[in-house]
């Protein structure tokens, strides 16, 4: 995961990165396994000149890939709460 952040700060995107298709542009998904588990993490690169995770988690379910609403309404109020604290 720390790869592809990096190199999202480069100015690169890794081929563990796609877009995020839960919220407006400029968001990506890194999508992740570990010892059978499914992690993500959603980072915006488009503010300004900076990387900002906007949320980790870990992916619990069973019934397809995905993201759960619950998740996708949480990763749309950080989001708004970072563009309104960078105003």
Known sequence: MLDALTIAAEGGKSDKAKPFKGV????FEIALKHRGDAFRTLY???IDADIWVIHVFQKKSKSGIKTP???V???N?????LK????
């Open 24 to 27: 407006d542009g400029g968001v």
């Open 44 to 46: 915006a690169i488009k």
């Open 69 to 71: 609403q619950m998740e």
């Open 73 to 75: 309404d949480l990763i």
């Open 77 to 81: 109020e950080q989001l708004r709460r």
């Open 84 to 87: 309104e604290a960078l105003k």
